[in-house]
């Protein structure tokens, strides 16, 4: 346990951050690698040798015996191959021993990872190389060092190159904006990130009892229990004390690793939580929530709960979630997306939050995609999540300022409104500049901006792939209008500019209620597009708009597009087939053997009451044999049809037909099969299944 005195020695222990580098590295050599670092140079081998010496130093200090290289495949999770430090010696003996070679390079399998096409079972190697970018750290006994990973033809087989290129890119057109409008002093911008996690935690026996979430995430049959979440009584609640064992004790395996933890509290739903941690550079933030979500199940499993990161566990409450607070940082302190005292008059800021307006405006179809999922999709438009619609929340002030902009006219601040609460004891306080709308999609938080879409399992790198590249596009198309103004004429060009883009994008604009019918039918109105799902969207990847983006800023090759469309299909069709083939299994084994067991108890009973007490007698457990019955029939033709359809699925060979299939007739042929089963259920008693219930699961921890 960790002494609050000692966090702040405490905090990054098990990290080979800049503070240790700074302590154990020649002077020349730390030079050298925060050059790399900082502004992208090339790491000679001398400075790898020195760093990985070093490095080995440390970690055997900290009890490592291996190192890894850490990756982030296209499967959606980590990846890592363990090797030791040790060589033998002539005599008999072993050194400890690491090379800067080994720090730079590694070899895994190429070809066993999804690669869409691009690596056959015969073209095995692959390579990881050491990303200095984002820092080493000691788990389980072995020096975790994160890394790209690539074929070995160059192509990315994973999604910290191109979020990486991404940066680069956007950084590189950010600053010869800023160079033009006369901060000549800025060298690079960074992208920032605050992933906010949510999850849920059951008892680890009722998770092991239930087939569905073992092999889906998701539950695929349950009644629902006589109390969900409409008391509105577990959002901020009291946390209970075996949960509140488990969040201390998540922060401190997450303070060790350098992961700034930050905020911890209930969510809606019961059995629903969320972590918050402090703002970090995206690269870092985006490997630091993949770790997070694997500490979350380690340290559940200890504490006998299970953790499910799964977008949507549970039907009729609130699914999770992965909330992306977004910023634009330039190397001299300078928040591009913060209004400061007067939004109106703020040149780089109004510039930046065009180039997102617009950015998400014209991208919004691959913006949909990069968090399309087949559990996502589940959450996404269901009133508890932001629509599939995308649109952009500015909030009242700003969207005073953007009319100003539109009318050609300055903006007038009215200031601070100081916040009175009618109790002369409480303290007075500032409004803030715009309220919060947790139904936006793309929401503007003060400054920042909050993408509310992304899914709670999924990683965050492809969302901030696609939002870097598609601002990184708009600002480049910015400096082209404004290159060849300067002086005074550029400011009346940059107003001029800013009302042409605005006027051309403004329908992505909306503060009001996004899960209204009304709001459907504007959207339509306006043009914005409405992909529910992931096959809908994903046309859209491959245009050539999308190929054109993408390839003109550095961030995938052709090739490497049409691989991910072909992964992103081929993930999504198994991801259902599973779900089918489980479902089916529960159904024929074990809600079929729950209603034989019951039904012969209802008809012994029935029967002897007959007996007793002649006609009449037994009409409850009539009633209820009926009602079974009847439920019965219904499942046998369900369980038919979607055992039809998923052999159909089977046969098919074209990805987005198969996806397609899958997402428009065995999800509603599931969703027919589970009404029945979970109208059965329901007449049930809990100890003639053998899977827990709903209520079971969701209110069993104190």
Same mark, same amino acid.
């Given at each position: 346990?960790?002494?609050?005195?000692?966090?702040?020695?405490?905090?990054?222990?098990?990290?080979?951050?800049?503070?240790?580098?700074?302590?154990?590295?020649?002077?020349?050599?730390?030079?050298?690698?925060?050059?790399?670092?900082?502004?992208?140079?090339?790491?000679?081998?001398?400075?790898?040798?020195?760093?990985?010496?070093?490095?080995?130093?440390?970690?055997?200090?900290?009890?490592? @015996?291996?190192?890894?290289?850490?990756?982030?495949?296209?499967?959606?999770? @980590?990846?890592?191959?363990?090797?030791?430090?040790?060589?033998?010696? +002539? +005599?008999?003996?072993?050194?400890?021993?690491?090379?800067?070679?080994?720090?730079?390079?590694?070899?895994?399998?190429?070809?066993?990872?999804?690669?869409? /096409?691009?690596?056959?079972?015969?073209?095995?190697?692959?390579?990881?190389?050491?990303?200095?970018?984002?820092?080493?750290?000691?788990?389980?006994?072995?020096?975790?060092?994160?890394?790209?990973?690539?074929?070995?033809?160059?192509?990315?087989? +994973?999604?910290?190159?191109?979020?990486?290129?991404?940066?680069?890119?956007?950084?590189?057109?950010?600053?010869?904006?800023?160079?033009?409008?006369?901060?000549?002093?800025?060298?690079?911008?960074?992208?920032?990130?605050?992933?906010?996690?949510?999850?849920?935690?059951?008892?680890?026996?009722?998770?092991?009892?239930?087939?569905?979430?073992?092999?889906?995430?998701?539950?695929?049959?349950?009644?629902?229990?006589?109390?969900?979440?409409? !008391?509105?009584?577990?959002?901020?609640?009291?946390?209970?004390?075996?949960?509140?064992?488990?969040?201390?004790?998540?922060?401190?395996?997450?303070?060790?690793?350098?992961?700034?933890?930050?905020?911890?509290?209930?969510?809606?739903?019961?059995?629903?939580?969320?972590?918050?941690?402090?703002?970090?550079?995206?690269?870092?933030?985006?490997?630091?929530?993949?770790?997070?979500?694997?500490?979350?199940?380690?340290?559940?499993?200890?504490?006998?709960?299970?953790?499910?990161?799964?977008?949507?566990?549970?039907?009729?409450?609130?699914?999770?979630?992965?909330?992306?607070?977004?910023?634009?940082?330039?190397?001299?302190?300078?928040?591009?997306?913060?209004?400061?005292?007067?939004?109106?008059?703020?040149?780089?800021?109004?510039?930046?939050? !065009?180039?997102?307006?617009?950015?998400?405006?014209?991208?919004?179809?691959?913006?949909?995609?990069?968090?399309?999922?087949?559990?996502?999709?589940?959450?996404?438009?269901?009133?508890?999540?932001?629509?599939?619609?995308?649109?952009?929340?500015?909030?009242?002030?700003?969207?005073?300022?953007?009319?100003?902009?539109?009318?050609?006219?300055?903006?007038?601040?009215? /200031?601070?409104?100081?916040?009175?609460?009618?109790? @002369?004891?409480?303290?007075?306080?500032?409004?803030?500049?715009?309220?919060?709308?947790?139904?936006?999609?793309?929401?503007?938080?003060?400054?920042?901006?909050?993408?509310?879409?992304?899914?709670?399992?999924?990683?965050?790198?492809?969302?901030?792939?696609?939002?870097?590249?598609?601002?990184?596009?708009?600002?480049?198309?910015?400096?082209?209008?404004?290159? /060849?103004?300067?002086?005074?004429?550029?400011?009346?060009?940059?107003?001029?500019?800013?009302?042409?883009?605005?006027?051309?994008?403004?329908?992505?604009?909306?503060?009001?209620?996004?899960?209204?019918?009304?709001?459907?039918?504007?959207?339509?109105?306006?043009?914005?597009?409405?992909?529910?799902?992931?096959?809908?969207?994903?046309?859209?990847?491959?245009?050539?708009?999308?190929?054109?983006?993408?390839?003109?800023?550095?961030?995938? @090759?052709?090739?490497?597009?049409?691989?991910?469309?072909?992964?992103?299909?081929?993930?999504?069709?198994?991801?259902?087939?599973?779900?089918?083939?489980?479902?089916?299994? !529960?159904?024929?084994?074990?809600?079929?053997?729950?209603?034989?067991?019951?039904?012969?108890?209802?008809?012994?009973?029935?029967?002897?009451?007959?007996?007793?007490?002649?006609?009449?007698?037994?009409?409850?457990?009539?009633?209820?044999?009926?009602?079974?019955?009847?439920?019965?029939?219904?499942?046998?033709?369900?369980?038919?049809?979607?055992?039809?359809?998923?052999?159909?699925?089977?046969?098919?060979?074209?990805?987005?037909?198969?996806?397609?299939?899958?997402?428009?007739?065995?999800?509603?042929?599931?969703?027919?099969?589970?009404?029945?089963?979970?109208?059965?259920?329901?007449?049930?008693?809990?100890?003639?299944?053998?899977?827990?219930?709903? /209520?079971?699961?969701?209110?069993?921890?104190?």
């Amino acid at each position: 346990m960790i002494e609050a005195s000692k966090l702040t020695e405490e905090f990054g222990c098990l990290v080979f951050n800049d503070r240790i580098m700074r302590e154990r590295l020649p002077k020349d050599i730390y030079k050298a690698v925060k050059k790399t670092i900082e502004k992208g140079s090339h790491l000679e081998l001398d400075v790898a040798n020195c760093v990985a010496a070093t490095m080995k130093e440390w970690a055997v200090e900290n009890g490592a @015996t291996h190192f890894t290289h850490w990756f982030q495949p296209m499967t959606g999770l @980590t990846a890592e191959k363990h090797d030791s430090f040790i060589s033998p010696t +002539d +005599d008999g003996g072993v050194i400890m021993e690491f090379s800067g070679k080994e720090l730079v390079k590694g070899e895994p399998d190429a070809s066993s990872f999804p690669s869409g /096409g691009l690596r056959a079972t015969f073209e095995a190697r692959g390579y990881t190389a050491w990303d200095p970018s984002s820092p080493a750290f000691i788990k389980d006994g072995s020096l975790y060092i994160p890394t790209a990973f690539c074929s070995y033809g160059g192509e990315a087989l +994973d999604k910290k190159t191109p979020l990486l290129r991404s940066m680069e890119a956007l950084s590189t057109e950010a600053v010869k904006l800023l160079h033009h409008l006369g901060y000549k002093d800025v060298t690079r911008v960074s992208t920032t990130i605050g992933s906010e996690q949510e999850y849920f935690l059951i008892d680890k026996d009722y998770y092991k009892a239930r087939k569905d979430l073992l092999f889906t995430g998701r539950t695929l049959l349950g009644a629902p229990a006589t109390k969900g979440q409409e !008391m509105e009584d577990h959002y901020f609640g009291v946390i209970k004390p075996k949960v509140s064992a488990y969040m201390h004790d998540l922060d401190e395996e997450l303070w060790k690793l350098g992961i700034p933890a930050k905020t911890k509290h209930n969510e809606v739903a019961p059995s629903q939580h969320e972590l918050a941690p402090v703002f970090e550079t995206a690269n870092i933030a985006v490997d630091h929530n993949q770790l997070t979500m694997e500490v979350m199940k380690k340290v559940a499993d200890k504490h006998n709960f299970a953790c499910l990161l799964h977008e949507k566990p549970f039907e009729g409450i609130n699914g999770s979630g992965k909330h992306n607070n977004w910023s634009v940082c330039t190397d001299t302190g300078m928040n591009l997306l913060d209004p400061g005292k007067n939004p109106g008059e703020n040149i780089p800021f109004l510039v930046f939050l !065009m180039a997102v307006i617009a950015a998400v405006d014209e991208y919004a179809p691959i913006l949909r995609l990069s968090v399309a999922s087949a559990g996502n999709d589940h959450r996404l438009g269901g009133n508890e999540a932001p629509p599939a619609i995308i649109s952009i929340f500015v909030g009242d002030e700003l969207a005073e300022v953007l009319k100003g902009v539109e009318a050609g006219s300055a903006y007038q601040s009215t /200031g601070k409104v100081q916040m009175t609460m009618g109790a @002369t004891v409480l303290p007075h306080f500032t409004k803030d500049n715009t309220d919060r709308n947790r139904t936006s999609p793309f929401a503007f938080t003060g400054n920042k901006f909050e993408f509310r879409m992304p899914g709670s399992a999924v990683s965050v790198a492809n969302a901030n792939i696609v939002l870097n590249t598609a601002v990184a596009e708009e600002v480049a198309k910015l400096y082209e209008k404004l290159k /060849g103004y300067s002086g005074s004429e550029l400011k009346e060009k940059v107003m001029e500019v800013l009302k042409e883009t605005l006027l051309e994008h403004k329908r992505v604009l909306f503060n009001g209620n996004g899960y209204t019918d009304e709001w459907v039918e504007e959207a339509e109105k306006r043009g914005l597009p409405n992909l529910k799902s992931l096959p809908d969207a994903m046309p859209f990847w491959i245009s050539d708009e999308s190929i054109a983006l993408f390839t003109k800023h550095g961030i995938f @090759t052709k090739e490497e597009i049409q691989s991910r469309y072909e992964i992103l299909l081929e993930n999504y069709s198994k991801s259902i087939h599973i779900e089918a083939l489980t479902m089916q299994e !529960m159904v024929r084994k074990d809600l079929t053997e729950g209603i034989v067991a019951y039904e012969k108890d209802l008809v012994k009973e029935a029967t002897q009451k007959k007996a007793l007490l002649g006609d009449g007698a037994g009409s409850l457990e009539i009633s209820i044999l009926k009602s079974l019955d009847e439920a019965s029939v219904e499942i046998g033709k369900a369980l038919a049809k979607l055992a039809e359809d998923t052999k159909t699925a089977e046969d098919k060979t074209e990805a987005l037909d198969t996806a397609e299939f899958y997402q428009r007739t065995v999800l509603a042929d599931m969703d027919e099969l589970r009404k029945y089963a979970d109208k059965a259920e329901a007449l049930i008693p809990e100890k003639y299944l053998s899977y827990p219930t709903y /209520g079971q699961m969701l209110f069993s921890l104190r």
